[in-house]
Nanobody, 117 residues
Framework: QVQLVESGGGLVQSGGSLRLSCAVSGSFLSISSMGWYRQAPGKQRELVASITSGGGINYVDAVKDRFTISRAMNTMYLQMNSLKPDDTAVYYC?????????????WGQGTQVTVSS
């Protein structure tokens, strides 16, 4: 099992930057991939960016060239630049683990990001 704790959210003006962190504790060596999701009011949760244990990275089109995902040992980051009001959402950290032949998914509690126009 792993525990995920996000931090770094807050209120920022349009065009500003924030860096989110996700601290991982527990069996982080079993993690196959990690990602940042977000959920805006009235909308479904969506994948923003993901990174695999092998270093493969993907972004949703809406954040390409503005957001950067990275991981260092037991912490994952999301550097968010040129923020827009549409980026306002609760951002969640996600981890997918393979233990034996079973896949597990873990979530953090979320951190609020609010971008004012």
């Amino acid at each position: 099992q792993v525990q995920l704790v996000e931090s770094g959210g807050g209120l920022v003006q349009s065009g500003g930057s924030l860096r989110l962190s996700c601290a991982v504790s527990g069996s982080f060596l079993s993690i196959s991939s990690m990602g940042w999701y977000r959920q805006a009011p009235g909308k479904q949760r969506e994948l923003v960016a993901s990174i695999t244990s092998g270093g493969g990275i993907n972004y949703v089109d809406a954040v390409k060239d503005r957001f950067t995902i990275s991981r260092a040992m037991n912490t994952m980051y999301l550097q968010m630049n040129s923020l827009k009001p549409d980026d306002t959402a609760v951002y969640y950290c996600n981890a997918v683990r393979l233990v034996g032949l079973r896949w597990y998914e873990d979530w953090g509690q979320g951190t609020q990001v609010t971008v004012s126009s």
